[in-house]
């Protein structure tokens, strides 16, 4: 009889297996010619290579359906033991996260699924565009992504605190306390993907880490999908000491609107000079959304549209 051993890391076992392993119980029931042990993190099973072979690849769906959805149920589970899940993977294939609470998020706009299309092809991504256009959501979505699909270690945010200055001693409170209000952002996009208690333990161990940009010199981000938000209030040396932080298998995504550059006016724009200096490299994408992948309240594009008309 073959033996092969199944691990299973960062993942809720009490959920993934049900309550008193009745999900266990049932993938016995529909494997019955193999003997299944599981114990803490690690399954053990025994039988025939063919039926291992297919319990495997059984398992695996069940695991990542898990991962994907955040729940399972019986029903759920028996459809994932007898159906065939290839026609139903196009479909799956354009969703970036399945969200808290059953939330799909993917592409909004023909430009947020440039975005999608262009990170996969390259390393790094610069998105620019008006407030609403999904820039940070979808550069965020992209990051949760490669994160549960073991593509990173770990997701980076960061932007510039307080404007250009980052002067921070002023403000009541910790670093903690000072800084949070300017990481707001980032936080509502994740907390839109990543259950409360994942999400928790996630900046907890550092697998997801929130800091401003100052907090970016000298280090090295290997395996890592990085953010750089409001990349508009970055100066000339802030903009290239983060851009050479890139370590190794590392993603990063550039996101700004040029047109809310809150620096002193004999500042150039950290990241006007980059889109300009970096265009023609390869391995690096510049994309561009415009009022037309506006996703918010309807009246921002005619606000936009508006301000547009007087500039």
Known sequence: MNERLIELKDINLNELFGTHNSHIDLIKKYFPKIKIVARDHRIKIYGEPALLDEFEKRFQMFVDYFARYNRMDAHILEQILISDQSSKQKKADKILVHGVNGRLIKAQSVNQQKMVDEILKNDMLFAVGPAGTGKTYTAVALA??????????????????????????????????????????????????????????YIEKGVIQIAPLAFMRGRTLDSAFVILDEAQNTTHNQMRMFLTRMGKHAKFIITGDPGQIDLPKNQVSGLKEAILALKEIEGISIVHLDQRDVIRHRLVKKILSAFKGIE
């Open 144 to 201: 949760v992504k490669a994160l549960k699909q073991k593509e990173v270690r770990r997701i980076v945010l960061t932007r510039p605190a307080v404007e250009s200055g980052e002067n921070l001693g002023f403000l009541p409170g910790d670093l903690k306390e000072k800084l949070d209000p300017y990481m707001q952002p980032l936080y509502d996009a994740l907390r839109d993907m990543i259950p409360h208690e994942k999400l928790q333990s």
